[in-house]
């Protein structure tokens, strides 16, 4: 395997705090589209979160609504079915994308509106994607670009056509730090060579233990457009099904 295709566990095991992630890809089988978004949390009210099920994709809830002090930035649809595409982001801009792509434009043209998050020191970086019906796919990544923190700079990466066995990861921040840096370079070149639930547990039990907070996997089938989905809420382990 090339030097350039990663392992999404080394990866994962290697960086105790990569905050959000989106992983889009392939099955070795070239019959599914795989996608995968996790989030992270290293305070209080970032980890008081699930994942929840909404008629057109999840939804992050608190875990216990008496604890969330701020619900701004945290609380947002992860993962939208927006007409024939699928979009997954780590906040509130899945519905600006939604709306731009109800309007008959393009998920860039929604992002051009948008910026990295205002929580300062950190300004996080808003990764997003989009997967097509044809099964091709879509990442982005906009980040603070100056130390004095007023410029913004957009990065847009589109896979006209997914390698069986292989997707692409993007987080939010490139390691732990105070502030957080910001993810650096083009998405990375992972394989994927597993079925959904040995997949799902191979990203769950390869994230940090005190960090991680959920994890939502999803295969679709390409010719029929059916889809099988995991969820794993670190506050629910151990309870019964």
């Not at 780590?90 to 994308?97: A, F, P, Y």
Request: aromatic share 12%; glycine share 8%.
């Amino acid at each position: 395997m090339s030097k350039n295709v990663f392992d999404i566990s080394n990866e994962l095991m290697s960086n105790a705090y990569p905050g959000r992630g989106i992983i889009f890809g392939r099955t070795l089988d070239n019959k599914q589209n795989v996608v995968a978004y996790f989030i992270m949390g290293r305070s209080e009210n970032s980890r008081n979160r699930v994942f929840v099920e909404t008629e057109d994709g999840i939804r992050t809830e608190a875990y216990d609504p008496s604890k969330m002090t701020d619900p701004s930035l945290i609380i947002y649809h992860p993962v939208r079915q927006c007409g024939g595409k699928l979009v997954v982001t780590n906040g509130d801009q899945t519905d600006t994308i939604c709306e731009y792509l109800k309007e008959g434009k393009s998920y860039i043209d929604a992002l051009r509106t948008r910026q990295f998050e205002p929580d300062a020191p950190n300004y996080t970086s808003r990764i997003s994607g989009v997967i097509n019906e044809d099964g091709s796919y879509s990442l982005s990544i906009l980040k603070n670009f100056t130390s004095d923190r007023t410029s913004n700079k957009r990065f847009f990466y589109e896979y006209d056509k997914p390698v069986p066995g292989l997707g692409h990861f993007i987080h939010t921040y490139q390691c732990d730090g105070d502030p957080l840096p910001p993810f650096r370079g083009e998405p990375k070149c992972i394989r994927i060579e597993k079925p959904i639930k040995q997949f799902t547990e191979l990203l769950w039990s390869s994230m940090n233990e005190q960090n991680k907070v959920a994890l939502f996997v999803r295969y679709i089938d390409l010719e029929t457009g059916a889809y099988w989905q995991e969820i794993r809420n670190k506050h629910e382990e151990g309870k019964d099904a």
